[in-house]
């Protein structure tokens, strides 16, 4: 019912900047939370940061203060600016997009790698 797209992966030397963006479509329902997660080699996947359709924000203890995560209900985009990036934050990382009415649905990931 919901398709999640993101963009905005690539390859960032430690202390680096890079905006990730998901696009959503399909049928949306305004009460929803979007989120991001990430996933490493070997691990689970983790909450990085979400946003409530009233644009509240809870992050990972890990990227507070270097990521920050914004919603355009208009367009149907969640990004996410990640700044001052280190070698743990890579991953592949994932759009998530949960409601109560029509459940939890994931984009492909993108990834992201922070090494010199």
């Known amino acids: 019912q919901v398709q999640l797209v993101e963009s905005g992966g690539g390859l960032v030397q430690p202390g680096g900047s890079l905006r990730l963006s998901c696009l959503l479509s399909?049928?949306?329902?305004?009460?929803?939370?979007m989120g991001w997660y990430r996933q490493a080699p070997g691990k689970q996947r983790d909450l990085v940061a979400v946003?409530?359709?009233?644009?509240?924000?809870n992050y990972a203890d890990s990227v507070k203060g270097r990521f920050t995560i914004s919603r355009d209900n208009a367009k149907n985009t969640v990004d996410l600016q990640m700044n001052g990036l280190k070698p743990e934050d890579t991953a592949v990382y994932y759009c998530?997009?949960?409601?109560?009415?029509?459940?939890?649905?994931w984009g492909q990931g993108t990834q992201v790698t922070v090494s010199s």
């Open positions: 946003i409530t359709n009233g644009a509240s924000t």
């Open positions: 399909g049928r949306i329902f305004s009460l929803n939370t």
């Open positions: 998530n997009y949960r409601s109560a009415y029509n459940g939890n649905y």
